[in-house]
């Protein structure tokens, strides 16, 4: 009876004893799952402070590690430094459910889609002229670039030589903000969540978040510094929660908006020639660039991978445009504009309005997808039609500006007016004479 007493009494001190150590275990655990991911949020908090930190210290960092008398640990340093910028957390399967699910949504919409009453006819857009000219941008560095126009509130945003982005009120004619920051020209400007944050692109090798404020300016929150060569094409997803950039540098990154984190950085292994375009497909799974080298390449965003190459161009892809209907592809180069079928991919028409000498320098579908605009030594709009019909030229408006480059098109709401940059400093505004919106310059 003493022995099995004293044997029920071990038995249970080691059930007690084992119960703590599992205790201690499942803690243990606990506290492991909390400080990785302490840590990880510690590192993406880290990597968007080295956005936000201006370049004269990252110069000064420069300056401070080669000035190291031990070569070795400038090295180190250095390899440090350059390894821990090319780490990206890449696009998660949550950010890639997003992205179908839009995708899915938007393609049902796309099925149902009519062309709005409200939409401006044929005969209305035979009948534009220019109504205003607005001096947006220096005297000294004339030249606008590139545009964007958020259409529910009427405002245009452009992009120019003399290194500043301008937010427009087109109804009251007035500027609402001059983005200064950029120390090089602006070559691409996108609107983005219900306007309320302008991404510029630009030559100086950064991209910039500007943040509007309560007393109607914006504000750069923050620079992204990703890319080693100039920016050319900033695009926005359909989410209004990514967008992406492209470089000469042969990249193009997938960025989150709200964090500014490059998530992934694509390099083309394929060839040397850098992006001089870049636009998302409407439903926002594929990606479009043009290339330097008269190439458009068709990307699958989820795997990132080349899916579709277009050739046949001459010169640097200027511009690129999907259509609405979500199968028509439109590019500009040196030799014109060339439409693509997405469906059979393959170039069904093309258009080649100017000599030789005179490249084609942008290109863009309204959001109906019936108009279609061409710009260079002038700027014509075509009536879209089918794969097999023709595309007939409605109008051809001569270049005002007297340079000979209208370098950026865009159709305003319902295509009730065409906005035209060009490498002059003034915006115009062509449309209907006396009708509502048009401001007499």
Request: a neutral charge; hydrophobic letters at 35%; glycine letters at 8%.
């Amino acid at each position: 009876m003493l022995s099995n007493f004293a044997l029920e009494q071990q038995l249970h001190t080691a059930r007690q004893e084992l119960s703590h150590a599992l205790y201690q275990h499942d803690a243990a655990c606990r506290v492991i799952a909390r400080l990785k991911k302490e840590r990880d949020e510690a590192r993406a908090l880290l990597a968007q402070a080295e956005r936000q930190i201006p370049m004269a210290a990252s110069t000064a960092t420069t300056v401070n590690v080669s000035s190291l008398s031990n070569g070795k640990r400038a090295a180190e340093d250095d390899e440090m430094g350059t390894g821990g910028k090319r780490i990206r957390p890449g696009i998660s399967a949550t950010i890639i459910a997003e992205l179908t699910d839009c995708n899915a949504a938007l393609s049902q919409q796309r099925k149902k889609r009519q062309i709005p009453s409200t939409l401006a006819p044929v005969e209305a857009v035979d009948r534009y002229t220019q109504l205003s000219s607005f001096p947006l941008h220096k005297t000294n560095k004339p030249g606008i670039l590139s545009m964007d126009i958020y259409h529910s509130k009427d405002i245009i945003a452009t992009g120019g030589v003399d290194t500043n982005a301008v937010v427009f009120d087109r109804p009251s004619g007035q500027i609402l903000s001059t983005l200064g920051g950029h120390s090089k020209k602006v070559t691409s400007v996108k609107f983005v969540a219900e306007g309320e944050v302008v991404v510029t692109g630009s030559a100086d090798k950064t991209v910039r978040l500007w943040q509007s404020s309560e007393n109607g300016n914006y504000d750069c929150r923050q620079i992204l510094k990703d890319h080693t060569a100039e920016v050319q094409a900033v695009t926005i997803h359909a989410t209004n929660n990514y967008f992406v950039t492209a470089s000469l540098d042969n990249t193009w990154c997938f960025y989150e908006l709200s964090s500014g984190l490059c998530l992934t950085q694509v390099a083309d292994s394929s060839g040397s020639e850098g992006y001089t375009s870049a636009a998302f497909h409407p439903d926002g799974l594929i990606l479009g660039t043009g290339t330097s080298g008269a190439l458009v390449k068709i990307w699958d965003v989820k795997s990132q991978a080349s899916v579709a190459r277009f050739d046949g161009h001459v010169g640097a892809v200027n511009a690129i445009s999907f259509s609405e209907n979500g199968y028509f592809l439109a590019t500009a180069a040196q030799d014109g504009v060339k439409l693509w079928d997405l469906r059979k991919l393959r170039n069904f028409r093309s258009f080649t309005p100017y000599d030789e000498d005179t490249p084609t320098q942008s290109v863009e579908f309204d959001h109906s997808g019936s108009y279609l605009a061409i710009g260079g030594s002038d700027i014509r709009v075509y009536q879209v039609a089918n794969v097999k019909s023709e595309w007939h030229c409605i109008k051809t408006f001569p270049d005002l500006s007297g340079t000979g480059k209208a370098t950026c098109i865009k159709f305003g709401p319902d295509a009730k007016y065409l906005a035209v940059g060009s490498m002059d400093r003034n915006l115009r505004i062509f449309g209907l004479p006396g009708e509502d919106g048009g401001l007499e310059s």
